[in-house]
């Protein structure tokens, strides 16, 4: 199997496999030098060499040329510091051109020799004049690349409904689908101002629960659906997927009714956290073990004196008889003997 290092180029950002080219003591942290598509790049790596399928892999892998040196990490710093001003000029010299367009971020390569302006706009662009005029006044190599909302949020960073930074800005590396059936299945207002995050659209955070939510539901019984309960047959009116339970409508006498909440717990759970244990399977079986034998003996004991309780008496044979010794005679048969 191919061995690979993982490399990311910006924080919480997709990790890139690369050949690591003589560096298999490469650890998580470090900054390396890679060639890529668009030339020599500044990352991190993310996870040390490894092997994994041939599968995973699509194309041939680039190289890491060599770690960073301090010089390559003052130049990254220069370049960092630029960033804000060439965000500036771009978003000027687009509205000066008439361009409904608004630039997000821009990212300089470490040694300065192209840029990268980010923009989000809701349609397609013609930005050929825009970049004709920033490549005279920044003397590089420009690159635009159109952006969605996520990724504009991404970018940006900000705080969340839940007080919390942003997922996508903080450990979500990559995007996940989500649709508005998650919020249906974990019984969520399907109001937009209730689902939708800072980006405006759906909350990311609505797929994190959702395997829960469905393997819960599948165990339930469903809305409207008939179940007995201690009080009686009723009508499930709610799914408390937390609780384990359902909320049953129960029609009393007359024209009375009743709420009852229902227990279902989940039979994974019946053993607690020990569940599945290895440890807990094997004290189980030893246990069974030294404790079965003993059982049976005592309901063999129990079993033997009910038989011999419940047997009959039966009458003595001949053998025992002629085994009978004289003393042992009746006063009856003593007292024939003696009339003779």
Not at 28 to 37: I, N
Request: aromatic share 6%.
């Amino acid at each position: 199997m191919p061995l690979v290092v993982g490399v990311a180029f910006q924080p919480v950002t997709k990790v890139y496999y690369f050949d690591p080219a003589g560096h298999e003591d490469l650890q998580p942290g470090e900054r390396v030098v890679v060639e890529t598509s668009r030339g020599r790049t500044l990352g991190q790596v993310v996870f040390p060499p490894r092997e994994v399928a041939p599968n995973e892999i699509s194309g041939t892998l680039k190289p890491v040329l060599r770690r960073a040196t301090a010089w390559d990490m003052v130049q990254r710093d220069q370049m960092a510091h630029k960033e804000p001003e060439t965000r500036a000029i771009c978003q000027e010299r687009a509205r000066a051109l008439g361009l409904d367009m608004k630039v997000v971020r821009t990212e300089y390569s470490f040694d300065g020799s192209s840029v990268i302006v980010y923009f989000v706009a809701e349609q397609r662009i013609d930005f050929r004049n825009l970049v004709h005029e920033l490549s005279q006044i920044l003397h590089t190599r420009v690159e635009m690349r159109q952006v969605g909302v996520r990724d504009q949020a991404k970018l940006l960073g900000g705080y969340g409904r839940c007080g919390r930074p942003l997922c996508c800005s903080s450990w979500l590396r990559e995007f996940a689908p989500v649709s508005i059936k998650m919020a249906k299945t974990q019984d969520l207002p399907l109001n937009a101002s209730e689902v939708s995050g800072v980006c405006g659209r759906l909350l990311c955070c609505l797929s994190y629960e959702n395997d829960l939510y469905a393997a819960a539901r599948q165990r339930m019984p469903k809305l409207n659906s008939v179940i007995d309960t201690p009080k009686g047959p009723g009508k499930v009116k709610q799914i408390n997927v937390l609780r384990n339970s359902v909320t049953v409508l129960v029609e009393g006498p007359g024209e009375t009714s009743e709420y009852v909440e229902v227990p279902f717990p989940d039979p994974t759970d019946a053993a607690g956290p020990c569940a599945g244990c290895p440890k807990r399977s094997a004290a189980l079986a030893t246990s069974e073990a030294e404790v079965g034998p003993a059982e049976e003996e005592e309901e063999t004991e129990e079993i033997s004196e009910e038989i011999v309780e419940a047997k009959p008496q039966q009458p003595a044979t001949a053998a025992a008889k002629a085994a009978r010794p004289a003393g042992g005679q009746s006063k009856r048969s003593r007292s024939r003997r003696r009339r003779r």
